[in-house]
């Protein structure tokens, strides 16, 4: 069932490389414009190899690997207070409302301002998009733990950190981990139109800069490559890490629909 | 002679809108060491209340609970409560790991390995040998009521609490649990609360019945059930008790 799965999954892939190749043999648009396969794994492959779109992409990686753990914390202790006080409920409430609708892209003019074009402003926006989806779902999570497992914590004893730790936090992990994805895919797309916006400060400004540049010289198979990078990175996370915690938590507790 | 545990003078009301409304009225006995006893009444009638109010889990408007002429309050790992509701396991945790959680809650044993020998000893005694390694989702009902048991045996509770434990289960299943429980009860020498409204349920398990009754709850008659043990649900006395049950 899987396995049919994946490979209609790649059935279909060779299908559209194909379609690309013959539109491109087809000669209806210019090679500059619409390079064919074999320049943009050539350009893939070369800078690669020579270390530029590696090293774009380790900057993007350990920025926003950076974003997501300063905003997982701030999540966390924010959910938490909003769960055990009423009125930092009602302020963190507030502040979701109005934060959580507002794209981070909007508010890069004024991120500029005030952070300058470095990575500052790129941590601003990756984080000001991951908290307030990921407080949201942290938030749904402990109002919907169901009381009887914290009555059940308490009768055997424990006291008000083992009930976090110990019920809690296993009893929310489903809305956790939604939170997460969402917090991950949106900080994604922050990053990297926050990278095209800023720019980069030593010539590394990671993969949205990367594609930016090449954009200005026209080197369209290295745009290619930018966005290939992008891709795999994301099917990545999702399949290897988001599904492999599912698959080893939510999934095999029965706790995941 | 001072009672192991004694139910004084409880009341409690709830507010309903712009009335107030008596759920529990006038509540007084008392319940020896090793005693099983039942609180039997139609639902409605504050019996599970009675239960919460005994497992520290709600306050009474007056009255309280003594144990040795002492007052007891709050919650307490001594009267540990085993619902009806089959969410009540940690789906989280296997069923070995959920018995263990009694133990470690409870600071029982040793290391690690001894509380898994421990865990493994009461889910055998709950018959299910072959389900350790199962989480709570892939269990039946009965199955998930015998892992509840277990816990609470694990946490060596005083008192235990039983909220209709098998009253979701079938018919079949429920017997076979209520002769589990009257095993373990003579075999661990615990003292036992057991909420019903099934009139079979309290004969069968109790040695003394509390029949309540509703609006406003409270007792109307306490039964000394004296009837031999295993007891013959298609006996005569089995029959004659029932009678004076339903016309209390």
Not at chain 1, 183 to 210: C, Q
Not at chain 1, 213 to 224: A, H, S, T, W
Request: hydrophobic share 50%; aromatic share 10%; charged share 20%.
């Amino acid at each position: 069932m899987k396995n049919n799965k994946l490979l209609q999954r790649i059935f279909w892939l060779i299908f559209l490389v194909l379609i690309w190749q013959i539109v491109f043999w087809s000669g209806r648009f210019s090679p500059l414009v619409f390079p064919s396969l074999t320049t943009i794994i050539k350009a893939l492959a070369g800078s690669l190899y020579n270390g530029e779109l590696t090293q774009q992409l380790l900057f993007s990686l350990l920025i926003i690997s950076q974003g997501l753990l300063i905003s997982l914390v701030l999540a966390i202790f924010m959910a938490l207070a909003a769960h055990f006080s009423g009125i930092a409920a009602s302020l963190i409430d507030t502040l979701v409302a109005l934060a959580h609708p507002l794209p981070g892209i909007a508010l890069m003019p004024l991120v500029l301002i005030w952070f300058g074009a470095g990575r500052q402003a790129i941590l601003f926006v990756i984080i000001h998009s991951v908290l307030w989806p990921m407080v949201l779902n942290l938030r749904t999570g402990f109002s919907s733990i169901p009381d009887i497992y914290i009555l059940v914590g308490k009768n055997y004893g424990l006291d008000r950190l083992q009930i976090l730790i110990q019920i809690m936090a296993p009893a929310s992990l489903p809305y956790f981990l939604v939170g997460l994805k969402i917090g991950w895919a949106r900080s994604w797309r922050a990053l990297i139109s926050a990278e095209m916006l800023f720019g980069a400060v030593n010539s590394i400004g990671g993969l949205g800069w990367f594609i930016f540049q090449k954009r200005v010289f026209f080197d369209l198979p290295g745009v290619f490559a930018g966005i290939i990078v992008i891709i795999i990175i994301g099917i990545l996370v999702e399949d290897l890490i988001f599904n492999n915690i599912e698959n080893r938590t939510v999934k095999r507790w029965g706790m995941k629909s | 002679m001072m009672d192991y545990i004694a139910i004084k003078n409880i009341y409690k009301s709830y507010q309903q809108s712009d009335e107030r409304r008596v759920v529990l009225e006038n509540i007084n006995f008392s319940i020896e060491k090793r005693e099983l006893v039942a609180l039997l009444g139609p639902s409605g009638c504050g019996k599970t209340t009675l239960l919460k109010i005994i497992a520290g889990f709600i306050e009474t408007d007056t009255g309280g609970l003594y144990k040795n002429g002492e007052r007891l309050s709050g919650i307490s790992s001594n009267r540990i409560m085993v619902f009806q509701e089959f969410k009540q396991l940690f789906p989280w945790k296997t069923v070995l790991d959920n018995v263990i959680f009694a133990l470690e809650a409870k600071n029982i044993a040793k290391n690690p390995a001894e509380r898994e020998e421990m865990a493994r000893y009461f889910l055998e005694r709950v018959e299910l040998t072959d389900f350790f390694d199962y989480f709570p989702y892939q269990l039946s009902g009965g199955m998930k009521q015998r892992v509840a048991l277990a816990r609470t045996l694990a946490a060596d509770p005083e008192i235990m609490l039983m909220d209709e434990p098998f009253g979701s289960l079938d018919s079949q299943t429920r017997k076979n649990l209520q002769d589990l429980l009257i095993d373990i009860w003579q075999e661990a020498q615990k003292t036992i609360i057991f909420v019903t409204h099934d009139i079979e349920e309290a004969i069968v398990l109790a040695d003394r019945i509390v029949v309540m009754d509703k609006n406003p709850g409270r007792i109307k008659k306490i039964i000394n059930n004296n009837l031999e043990r295993p007891r013959n649900r298609a006996g005569i006395e089995f029959g004659e008790l029932y009678e004076t049950i339903t016309s209390v």
